[in-house]
């Protein structure tokens, strides 16, 4: 470890800012490992290890503690919870890491932050843990949401808003896939791209590939130090992408010299899928509302070479009358409660709340709605989102249908035979983490009729 970064302090500074500010943790930890790029690698891992787990395991935490404390983790000061916490995770689920090192460097930075009188209070929690772990009493299973809660470190109401809509074995497989470290997905661009040379390439670099399901061209990525410094990633040849959202873009059916236009578009990915499937003919307008996401669209497209890829800054709630009735496929990636992502994005469960999903719905509804009279006659519109509730995805869908000229259309010519079923045929498809080997996604396929009758 570095002799001058005291690492466990800086993992304490970054828990606090998310805490405090409510900033995105993959945000605070990103801009504080590229402060201290100097750091080694290990030393980086180690940062990002404890950083994400005390954020993914929060609740299980403040159980734990809860038992073995005299003041309740909530009522702690925030100082003191955060580096309990993530002195409990190291203790737990970081075995290479000695249990006395974890006691006495939590002691230092409690007196350190000028917490002296709490000294012997937070050695005497931790030492306590220690030697106590096994009388821990955990909830059943028969009390379902709050064994779901503590077990996955889900917030109640969550796991509550789940098992309305899924079997508790759905559910449990939702929450532990989420907690489960999940390899980079790549796509190997197809237009003037050799598969095999690419493979070929990372392979020689040492990059441990294995193919991804659903999907051609799809594969996993390990064992790699800085992805965007890979020969393939420089090149072109590769974006990262899950394959759930591949396949919204598969299920599009884009023919060479379509017009297509993606309303949310950043970081761009399901716009450079469309664009590559169109073999460098026709035309994709990648859409978002603020300059920082069109840059990262931009820099994606040029990195790739899509010269049929145009970038612009708009507003999807927004009507663009020069846009009416123009193309040929629609893409809605709309704004979402990201439910879908836990597993990457470790805080989105601590951010969200039921008010806050019905504003999304709102926002949803409001972007399809110009959305819908962007689409010719007989066009498509593709509406996705990465969530997994009905409220955000199906209920929106038959609002839609109900409102404005469009019909649903089977997905199943466009789908694997291992994806296709009853919802498939009927023209949406709702993927489950820990059911199916990606992101929670919804994606639906809406063909425009004709005639426009509201």
Known sequence: MANKINLRELVLNILLEIDKEGQYSHLVLRNTLEKYQYLEKKERAFITRICEGTLEYRIRLDYILDQFSTVPADKMKPVIRELLRSSVYQLLYMDHVPDSAVCNEAVKLARKRGFYNLTGFVNGVLRRIVREYGSIHFPEKN????????????????????????????????????????????????????????????????????????????????????????????????????????????????????????????????????????????????????????????????????????????????????????????????????????????DIKYKLNPGKIRDLVGLQRKILEQASTYVKPGGTLIYSTCTIGKEENLENIQWFTEHYPYELESLDPYLCEELRGETTARGYLQLLPGIHKCDGFFMARLKRKNEWNS
Not at 143 to 165: A, N, Q
Not at 240 to 261: F, H, R, T
């Open 143 to 346: 009390s379902p949401v709050e064994y779901l809660s503590v077990i996955y470190s889900m917030p109640v109401w969550l796991v509550e808003r789940f098992l309305k809509e899924y079997d508790f074995a759905t559910t449990e497989k939702m929450l532990e896939s989420f907690l489960e470290t999940q390899p980079a997905t790549i796509r190997i661009r197809e237009y003037q791209t050799e598969e095999e040379a690419v493979l070929e390439s990372l392979k020689e670099e040492k990059v441990t590939v294995e193919k991804a399901p659903y999907v051609d061209r799809a594969y996993y990525v390990k064992n790699y130090d800085y992805l965007p410094a890979l020969t393939a990633f420089r090149r072109g040849s590769i974006q990262v992408q899950d394959v759930s959202s591949m396949l919204a873009g598969e299920i599009a059916g884009v023919k060479e010299g379509d017009y297509v236009i993606d309303l949310c578009a950043a970081p761009g990915g399901k716009a450079l899928y469309l664009a590559d499937k169109l073999h460098g003919t026709g035309r994709v307008d990648a859409r978002d509302l603020s300059q920082t996401k069109t840059d990262l669209i931009r820099d994606n497209a040029l990195r790739q070479n899509f010269l049929n890829v145009v970038v612009t800054e708009k507003d999807a709630t927004q009507l663009d009358r020069e846009s009416l009735e123009k193309a040929d496929i629609v893409l809605a990636d709309v704004p979402c409660s990201g439910l879908g992502v836990m597993g990457k994005k470790k």
